[in-house]
């Protein structure tokens, strides 16, 4: 096995070794679990920095298994493949040290550590993968790794959004497996490459790619919360606050969105994807989910249910830029897949510290919350500055290309979505940020967990992953145009995603 | 000269930042109002055609100096330099004066910056930063009155960022390019230039999109009031030029649409001003009059491209002009409650009130024949509308400003120090302006005509005091309430 033959496995083994032990370790052998859950994250963004350095200077990093004759577990480091896998490995650091200090003294913290480890596996997976079929075995991994997440405080409450989740899940991995089984019998293999692999079968088979499409977009669209697939989301946010910040930033949303670029780019092709007409209905789908996401969040008080039809709403920015023919909004797409998760990863910290520090679950609660606790509602501030998509955060940068991409694809509706959009995100968030800190203190804290110990608001743990996102969120933004961005990473994607593009 | 351009951007910022830190917190309320210093210096002494193009800021950030770059960021310069410095007197005594500082440099930050930058996102950024961050000078009170103004204040702002944002989007897409420099050989479409003419509107307070305006300036401090309405009305007046094709392709559509925007903005601004008691509130509806002259410059640009050489020159001066002489008036109103000797400030005050009338000798008077003799180049209607309507607009103005002065006798007295020099210096730059350049202003007919709507002012003021009529009062914000009572029914109407 050579090197570009296993840094793949090791950036999976990097995450499932530690997953493993951990099962094993008893619970109070909490240095051992803490140090091994560092090391690991720490391995893995390593790993991550040589892929990123050869891929950019053009090497292929790949391993193929055959499980069946004609089957073959593929994984593939590719360019779209590292951009998941260091936004999740990156992101994946910040939230274990998050955990260790969320769940200090909790009990459980073995099982939801291993589970924790396996989440990530899974996600590494389904962005290695080089075919549909790896693509699937990891999906369904990820379903049933996160499942225990979710319900991982054992209530009824969190039962019964585990179960929705997976009902939602699983119906959709099954439409996902018919439209997978359908490609195979018609292509003979499910590989994914630059530019597709379609656009040579026959023209008489091109009723059946677009029920296929149909097919795997519905799989993939249940994770990527598309509506009207998209009700398990909101139930899900019983879950603990590193978990929901996980599924929503990295893991099991992301993964249904990556799965739609895999699907689009790798399989069909973007410019075949268009010959087909399949786009525009794709475009118009994630413009009823921006808009339905963004509408349904203004009249949630619960701040965690406001926070997940936002992402709702957020996560679509990305299938919608999929969808706008041209590089300019595949760049749009991308780089949201990124800015997406730094921001809200950071928005669903700062929900937990509210809950965690003060028991805070509501917005009609936060009045005078920022004078309490400053940093962290500096953190959420700048999160939501992003989300409504004011310069110079991240979230600018996304809705900029976005809405560049719409007009060279011709679509200029999408600009009033877009706004409708900004105008929705600016309804849900501004109210939050303005009881924080401009109103008085009205009550007393719901339930102060964590004292003010001197200048400290919080845990130190709690406290510093969301400021580093945070400040991620307005470097992604401010830096977009230097050369180390992850926009002009997804320009390099983008240019080689369209092979006879010309404007 | 590179560096200069990043001290002006970046100290405002820092010390906006600094101020909030208890440690650094003297110093930087010491420094506060030097802020606008570099800025100052730059627009003094640069040369034009300055640009720093810094390609890994934002989207490929270019900060440049051009000849309207220049003036817009000399008077914001000062206007900001002369507040921050009242503010330092006006504020001594208020235990939340750092979340003031903090608000007010970050909003000078914007203001400083939007003259300077050369891409459509720097600008959109810098825009956005003033506009946001003046919500915290709007509310700073906390009074109910300024809560409420505060929350009109930010959804027409939303508002107007989403209008900006997708009309930036369409002219960016037509040019291929995001460098401003680039957007003047281009003809945008019809959505975009309503966009750009509603977004930037907000921020001129064009009719309809005006009563933000009245209900934010007034409860802000005094400080406050004087930059918001004395010099960032104009950056949505720079905003216009910036993105709009002015002096290229000709636009009759947009151009008729602002120049009766304009001509609207003059007459109901002092109609509703002449209604109002409170002094702020006057001066308000008086700049939403007097953005008016120079939304009928730049109607006047879109509709006769080849007038534009000549228009942006009055336009300019225009701005100059009302930026000094606002603010003055603003900033008079603090000093009027706090001094022993009213009838010396009020004097002072009758000097910038006379600038705005465009009496003889002031700078009011050049601004007024620059702009009317761009106009003149005006096809029918405007040809016959525009010589007989502007006399009529001075009287108006006039009537306002005697107005003004008669509530400002009878203001009650109110402490504070330290608030005097920076007010003489403000009124004294206003008074010199004039000298500062040739100017055709001058000669008997010419001060004749402009005299004489002055003096029919002063009788009908005189007159009216003699028989001691009132003026109906009308709330600030007019026509807010009427849409705040459809839209609370409205509300009613659903939850039914």
Known sequence: MTLNEFLPLAVLAS??????????????RVGVRTTLNLLAALAKLALVGILLFGVQAGEEFGFAYAVLPGLDLTFKADALGLLFITLSAVLWLFTTFYAIGYLEKAP??????????????????????????????????????????????????????????????????????GGIVWLHSLLG?????????????????????????????????????????HGWLPQAMVAPAPVSALLHAVAVVKAGAFGIVRIVYGIYGIEFAQSLDLLTPLAVAAAITIVWGSFRALFQDDLKKRLAYSTISQVSYITLGISLFGPIGTIGGLVHLVHQGVMKITLFFCAGNYAE??????????????????????????????????????????????????????????????????????????????????????????????????????????????????????????????????????KLIADREYLTWTP | ????????????????????????????????????????????????????????????????????????????????????????????????????????????AGNLGLCLAGDAASFYLLFALMTFAAYGLVIHSGSAEACRAGRVYLVMAVLGESALMVGMLLVVHAASSHYLS?????????????????????????????????????????????????????????????????????????????????????????????????????????????????TLGVGAGLQEPQLWPVLLPAVGLYALHHALAKSALFLGVGVIQASQARRLVLAGMALPAMALSG???????????????????????????????????????????????????RLPPHGGSGLVAPWWMLVALGVLLPWMQPSAAAGIAVWANAGWPILLAAVITALVAHRGMAAPALPPGDILLGLERGLQYLHRLMQR
């Not at chain 2, 008691?277 to 308000?284: G, I, N």
Request: charged letters at 10%.
């Open chain 2, 359 to 409: 009496a003889p000798l002031t700078s009011g008077l050049s601004a007024k024949i620059a702009l009317k003799n761009g106009l003149a180049g005006l096809p029918a209607p405007w040809a016959g509308l525009l010589p007989a309507l502007l006399p009529l607009a001075a009287l108006g103005t006039a009537l306002l400003m005697a107005r003004l002065l008669f509530l400002l006798a």
């Open chain 1, 15 to 28: 995450s499932l070794l530690p997953g493993l032990i951990i099962f094993a370790l008893p619970e109070n």
């Open chain 1, 357 to 490: 520090t003060l028991g805070m679950h509501k917005v009609s609660e936060m009045a005078g919350v920022g004078k309490r606790m400053p940093w962290t509602t500096v953190a959420f501030s700048l999160a939501a500055f992003g989300m409504i998509g004011i310069p110079p955060l991240a979230g600018f940068i996304s809705k900029w290309y976005l809405g560049l991409g719409a007009l060279e694809a011709r679509m200029p509706w999408v600009l009033a979505v877009l706004a409708a959009s900004s105008l929705l995100n600016a309804a849900y968030f501004l109210p939050i940020l303005y009881r924080a800190w401009f109103m008085p203190q009205a009550a007393a804290w719901p339930e102060e967990h964590i004292l003010m110990q001197g200048n400290r608001e919080t845990a130190r743990l709690l406290l510093w992953p969301p400021l580093a996102t945070a400040a991620l969120t307005l470097a992604l933004g401010l830096f977009a145009a230097s050369s180390l961005s992850p926009l002009e990473w997804v």
């Open chain 2, 1 to 108: 000269m590179d560096a200069l351009i990043i001290v002006a951007l970046v100290l405002p910022l820092l010390l906006a930042l600094l101020v909030l830190w208890p440690p650094s917190r003297p110093l930087a309320e010491g420094l506060a109002p030097l802020a606008p210093l570099p800025a100052l210096l730059l627009a003094l002494a640069a040369k034009n055609g300055l640009a720093l193009d810094l390609p890994w800021l934002l989207l490929g950030s270019r900060f440049m100096l051009d000849e309207t770059g220049r003036l817009f960021l000399g008077f914001t310069a000062m206007v900001w330099l002369f507040s921050g410095w009242y503010a330092r007197g006006y504020l001594a005594d208020d235990p939340r004066r750092h979340v003031f500082w903090s608000f007010y440099l970050a909003t000078a």
């Open chain 2, 182 to 294: 680039d957007f003047a050989a281009v003809t945008p479409s019809a959505a975009a230039i309503t966009l750009l003419l509603l977004g930037f509107g907000i921020k001129v307070g064009i009719p309809l999109l005006h009563m933000w305006l009245p209900l934010a300036h007034p409860v802000a401090p005094v400080p406050a009031s004087a930059v918001l309405s004395g010099v960032m009305l104009k950056a949505g007046l720079l905003g216009w030029l910036r993105f709009l094709p002015l002096g290229g392709a000709a636009l009759p559509e947009a151009g008729t649409l602002l120049l009766s925007a304009g001509l609207l903005a003059i007459f109901l601004g002092v109609a509703a001003g002449l209604c109002q008691r409170e002094p702020k509130v006057l001066l308000a509806y008086s700049s939403i009059s007097q953005m008016g002259f120079m």
């Open chain 1, 108 to 177: 459980h913290r073995s099982r939801f550590f291993g589970f924790f480890s396996l989440c990530v596996t899974a996600t590494m997976g389904i962005a290695m993968a080089g075919n549909m079929f790896t693509f699937f075995v990891f999906y369904e991994l990820l379903t049933l790794v996160t499942f225990p997440l979710v319900v991982h405080r054992g209530t009824a409450q969190a039962m019964r959004g585990g179960m929705i989740y997976l009902a939602y899940t699983l119906v959709g991995g099954a439409l996902l497996l």
């Open chain 1, 189 to 229: 293999h499910t590989g994914f490459t630059h530019g597709g692999v379609l656009a040579t079968l026959d023209s008489s088979t091109h009723w059946q790619l677009q029920a296929i499409f149909l097919l795997l977009i519905s799989g993939v669209g249940v994770k990527a919360a598309l509506v009207p697939l």
